[in-house]
């Protein structure tokens, strides 16, 4: 699903990251400023992870981060100078440009987190291991089968207040059940 982000939402974040980092490059500051003031070019931005899977894309680092101060990707080709990528940002303003900023703990920020969209050449999901996809689904199996047993418990009292004997050997049919497969998803490897 594609969120449209408003350039108002992004003035505001480039507004609130600037004023807390500053950046390994001052021209990574000029392109961002730049940016802040021209709401034709901003419109074309798109905040996201893994720049280096975009056509035309950039990361910028802020001090204190290990990785490279300024990176501009396009087509393939890797470029280091922030000046070739201001320009190349000024000359082919209509054209979809892909930010990547590097700083610390970025999803602790609801600032970040309000314009940060998925990456279109890069799926997140698609990293993920097989064993953790085992994992988490075994997970989700044991909680929901242990929300079953409580919810069944629970009928299982009511039907005793009730003094509803069909009832509770019905339920308690379905209790040994759960239990049964709680046991069985317990036993599963996790790989």
Known sequence: MNIQISVEAKKAFLGWFLDRYQL???ESMWILNYLLN???????????????KTPRGM?????GMDSEPFLF???????????????????????????????????????????????????????ISINLV???????ETLSLTERKQHTLHQI??????????????????????????KNEQKKPNH
């Open 24 to 26: 390994k490059r001052r």
């Open 38 to 52: 021209h709401d034709s070019v901003l419109n074309k931005v798109h905040f996201i992870e893994a720049a280096e």
């Open 59 to 63: 990361m910028m680092s802020a001090m």
């Open 73 to 127: 990707y396009k087509s393939g080709t890797v470029f280091s100078d922030p000046e070739q990528a201001f320009h190349e940002v000024r000359l082919n303003w209509k054209e979809e440009m892909y930010i990547e900023l590097v700083f610390s703990e970025p999803w602790k920020f609801s600032e970040y987190l309000t314009v940060l969209e998925d990456n279109p050449y890069y799926k997140w999901n698609e990293t």
């Open 134 to 140: 085992r994992e988490v689904e075994l997970a989700l």
């Open 157 to 182: 009292d009511v039907s005793l207040e009730e003094e509803d004997r069909e009832r509770f050997i019905e339920l308690s049919q379905q209790l040994k059940e759960i239990e049964d497969d709680l």
